[in-house]
């Protein structure tokens, strides 16, 4: 049966299509192509297809991934209870941080790293396989791309629980309150309203916390269902 399933498996397979306007060059392009090839590869995508067309102004960039969820790890993946951990992936609210200071001509020299993550953002590729080979398996994940608000309401949706996030527990990167009080902007505001900042949210089973704050330590438990 693992073996026919494997068969039908759909390959990971990033579809892009890219609108050009005359404003743009073929060096310009071939540089961004060159990125998003590098990126797919990165992140294990097994074939990448590119399709050009004609814009009126400047460039428009739409992507689609699709790919196959494996059966055993469908079938492991637990129901949502009370007390699951809410974990995170990483610092909240740079991003946001980072696009005002760049869009207010605000002195960077501090804040490399927050301006850094809006214009860069990471995500490790090898997250969801190392959970799976420490057969830790979350309840509810999601991408935080519009804010850490936005996702902990989509776990709430879903899951059909409450949640509680602890403001002093949310993971910021350095300098982002000196920034935030610079820019008359409340970084806690920033990390749940800010939007871009690319992390995973995911709630994790509470009889395996110690062994995910053991193998895990980029992540930052922040709250509980």
């Keep these: 049966t693992g073996e026919l399933y ?42 990448v297809s590119l399709e050009l067309e004609p814009s009126r102004n400047g460039l428009s960039i739409c992507i689609s991934g699709t790919g196959s969820r494996d059966r ?4 492991r993946r637990p129901r949502a209870a009370s007390k699951d951990l809410i974990c995170v992936s990483g610092a909240l609210g740079a991003s946001y941080l980072g ?26 590729p ?9 057969e830790i398996y979350p309840s509810h994940s999601y991408f935080v791309s519009k804010g850490l608000a936005d996702a902990v309401k989509r776990m709430v949706r879903d899951s059909g629980l409450g949640a509680k996030i602890y403001a002093d527990k949310i993971p910021f990167e350095g300098n982002s309150f000196q920034l935030g009080k610079e820019l008359d902007i409340d970084p806690v505001s920033a990390a749940m309203n800010g939007g871009d900042d690319y992390r995973l949210l995911l709630s994790i089973p509470i009889l395996q916390a ?5 193998n895990f330590q980029t992540f930052d438990i922040i709250g509980h269902l």
């Design 126 to 134: 090898h997250t969801v396989s190392h959970l799976k080979e420490e």
């Design 72 to 75: 055993l790890t469908s079938a």
């Design 210 to 214: 110690e062994k995910f704050r053991r």
């Design 6 to 47: 494997a068969s039908l498996a759909v390959p990971r397979t990033l579809s892009v299509v890219l609108g050009i306007s005359a404003k743009l060059d073929f060096p310009q392009i071939s540089e961004l192509w060159k990125g998003i090839v590098s990126a797919a590869s990165e992140h294990g995508y097994e074939k």
């Design 99 to 124: 696009m005002q200071a760049l869009e207010r001509r605000h002195p960077l020299e501090e804040y490399k790293m927050i301006v850094g993550s809006y214009i860069k953002p990471e995500l490790s």
